[in-house]
């Protein structure tokens, strides 16, 4: 989803730019990975896609909170920066800890077979 959205941001901000603002590609991008992201953490049993939805769900209401005030862009990239950050540590970290936990279970799985 993050790379069908990365290309389809700079799809928005390349040969459609000249029908659509930068801002409001980006947004409608952000908008339905956001949705892709709510129906991961709908139907998943780990917790680290529903961390992923809610960072992305603030980088979405502060795109919202710049339209209401407009004068402030810097603030905007600043907060959507920001919560991206944590984002991409837990997009990394999240497989991580599930492969861990699965390792650990299938060999205790296998301890109590032989015990």
Request: charged letters at 10%.
């Amino acid at each position: 989803m993050f790379v069908a959205a990365a290309l389809a941001t700079y799809l928005g901000t390349t040969v459609l730019k000249h029908h659509v603002s930068l801002a409001n590609a980006t947004f409608l991008v952000d908008l339905a990975l956001l949705c892709g992201l709510t129906q991961v953490a709908l139907r998943t049993d780990r917790y680290w896609p529903l961390w992923i939805c809610a960072f992305h769900a603030l980088s979405v209401i502060a795109f919202l909170a710049w339209q209401i005030v407009p004068n402030s862009p810097r603030l905007f990239k600043a907060i959507s920066a920001f919560w991206s950050i944590p984002q991409l540590v837990v997009l990394c970290a999240g497989p991580i800890l599930d492969l861990r936990h699965a390792s650990r279970e299938a060999a205790d799985a296998e301890h109590r077979q032989a015990g």
